[in-house]
Every structure is written in C-alpha cells, then in structure tokens.
C-alpha cells in the first residue's frame, strides 16, 4: 500500500482514534531528511478529532521548513491546519497531479493551489458545487486549463477515498 | 480615483459584471499586473508598491490576524458566508462598489489603514486601534 498512513475512526462518540505509522519518508522539498517511524506505533488519543494527528505531522515539517515566515498567529493556524496530511497526500500523487498542483506555505498559506497560480483547489470546487459550468471557470480564472481543472480535481477526490490503491498511480 | 488590485483567486468574470470604471475605481488584474502565481507577501508589496487596494477572497488572510497597519493602503476581504464562487462573489464585489458609491462618492475614499471585511447585507472598515465601521448594502445603487 502506497500510503503509510492509517487512521482507524471509532464510531461518533467514542472519540478515539488509532494511528499507524510506517516507514514514512518526508516528500522532497520540505526538507534534506528522512524520518523513519517504526511500525506498531499505535496511540490512543481523546481528542474527538483527528486534528491532534496532524499536529505532530505539522510540528515535524515545521522544524524543516525554514524558510517558513516566523509568526506566532501562523504557527498557531498551522499547528491546526491539515498541510501535513495534504502535503503527504500529494507526495503519493501521481506526477499528472504533481505537475499541477503545488502546496507552499508562502502561496495562499500552503493551501493546495494549481502550480503557478494563486487559485486553491478547494475555490474551484466550491465553484462547481455552486453549478458554475466548467467553461465559465476557465472564464473566471484565466490562469486555468480545462486539464488543469481536472487534475486538480483528481487529487481533491484522492483525498476524499479511504485506500490510495483503490486507484493506483495514473 | 480609487485603485484596486485583484487577488488572482477573485473570479474574474464575477469582476468584470461590474461596472467598475462607471463608479470610478480602477481595476488591476493578474496579467496586467505580474502577479500570477506569486506569493502572498509578494502580491501585498505590489499592492503596497503601486498604491492600490488589494481585493482577496482569501479566507486565511482574517485568520492570519492581519491588522489595518499591515496594510498600508488597505486591503478588502470578500467574506462569502457561504460558497466561494462565481454569483457570491460578483454580488459582494457589486455590494461593495455601492457601498463606496453611496457613502463616499463626495469624498473619495482613503483606504489607508483598513480593512473591509464584504460580507452579502454589510461592509465592515476596521481601523488601526481596533475600531469597526459597519455600512449596510444598499439594495440600489
């Protein structure tokens, strides 16, 4: 399976969570390093959420970024925000996805954008969900492919799936 | 007259519905300004550089804590309560080009040090020191 993370809900109102971690490597960018956390970490935890996982995968590329502009309400946002889980999810995206969409915390505050863009994905789909047809998108933001749209819409879906090899690299 | 600088996440269409040079604000684009894909403190320095105020639909920028000071010729946050897209933003974008039109159109508007905050029925200007300014829309120019 070519992603290493699992997470395993419990039913609402249980509020617990078990966390799997496996020979993770950071993607390349967001630091010189490689971490490697052995298998069998399990945690349990009380937070009704899933937000406390991505604070440790926040703290961790926070200590290799920095190139990250220091700022107490920055670091406050992003400790809980779901770069780590975004950004682990487009490193396993398939190189047609890579190619369009970036995450860098200096564009849009590191929220998914089509590369070279300022437009975040998740705008495009709240475009589509509002019924803008596809053609007036490429009217509304200029900077913007037909395919374009489309790949970043495949990786928004990829992280909407439980299993990546549900859908093998493209 | 009064400047606008266009974040590249504005839908641009939803923009140009409006009759802006009618109302006499001058609208910057992406293209026409090279600011395509740059970053976010980038994009605030051109506006800074070029006098103009900058118009985002970026939720973050609010949570960020940006101040009036931070902005010194101000900056504009369209605040969709609901979706971003193309009808929401093109009627807040014309919400606050009446709200300017009515309120200030004897006095042109000096934006330096505010922040306004568009939301679908008001406009808040928040100043430096704190203070909050609420226009209601008109439902006509």
């Given at each position: 399976?070519?992603?290493?993370l ?5 039913p609402?109102g ?5 966390q ?7 993607p390349a ?8 956390v052995?298998t069998?970490?399990a945690?349990?935890?009380t937070?009704?959420?899933h ?18 502009e220091?700022s107490?309400?920055?670091n406050?946002?992003a400790a ?5 889980y ?5 490193s396993?995206?398939?190189d047609a ?34 019924g803008?047809p596809?053609?007036e998108?490429e009217?509304?933001y200029?900077s913007l492919s ?10 928004a ?6 299993y990546?090899d549900?859908?093998p690299d493209? | 007259m009064t400047s606008f600088?266009?974040?590249e996440n504005?839908?641009?269409?939803a923009v ?17 300004g090279?600011?395509r ?6 994009v ?5 550089r070029d ?15 940006l101040?009036p000071?931070?902005m ?10 609901g979706r971003i ?5 093109g ?5 606050l080009c ?10 042109p ?9 568009v939301y679908p ?17 008109p439902?006509s120019?």
């Amino acid at each position: 399976m070519s992603d290493l993370l699992t997470l395993v809900n419990k039913p609402a109102g249980e509020h617990a969570q078990i966390q799997h971690l496996s020979g993770t490597t950071l993607p390349a960018g967001s630091g010189k390093a490689a971490f490697f956390v052995g298998t069998g970490i399990a945690n349990l935890m009380t937070i009704p959420h899933h937000r406390g996982f991505e604070s440790r995968t926040f703290s961790i590329y926070n200590l290799l970024i920095p190139e990250v502009e220091p700022s107490p309400q920055f670091n406050l946002y992003a400790a809980f925000s779901n770069f780590g889980y975004l950004r682990e999810r487009l490193s396993h995206s398939s190189d047609a996805v890579k190619s369009v969409v970036e995450m860098n915390f200096n564009i849009m505050h590191g929220n998914p954008v089509f590369r070279g863009t300022r437009i975040p994905i998740y705008q495009i789909i709240e475009e589509l969900a509002d019924g803008t047809p596809l053609h007036e998108l490429e009217e509304g933001y200029p900077s913007l492919s037909l395919e374009q749209i489309q790949r970043g819409l495949d990786f928004a879906a990829s992280v909407v799936r439980i299993y990546d090899d549900q859908l093998p690299d493209r | 007259m009064t400047s606008f600088l266009i974040d590249e996440n504005m839908n641009q269409k939803a923009v140009r519905t409006v009759p802006t040079q009618d109302k006499g604000f001058d609208v910057l684009f992406p293209d026409q300004g090279g600011y395509r894909g740059a970053s976010d403190k980038a994009v605030r320095d051109i506006a800074t550089r070029d006098h103009r105020v900058l118009v985002s639909v970026e939720r973050d920028f609010g949570q960020f804590g940006l101040k009036p000071e931070d902005m010194p010729d101000g900056a504009i946050w369209i605040r969709p309560t609901g979706r971003i897209s193309q009808p929401n933003v093109g009627v807040l974008f014309e919400g606050l080009c009446k709200v300017l039109v009515q309120n200030f159109r004897s006095d042109p508007y000096n934006f330096k040090g505010k922040i306004l905050e568009v939301y679908p029925d008001r406009v808040d200007v928040r100043t430096v020191g704190g203070g909050v300014t609420s226009y209601p829309v008109p439902s006509s120019a």
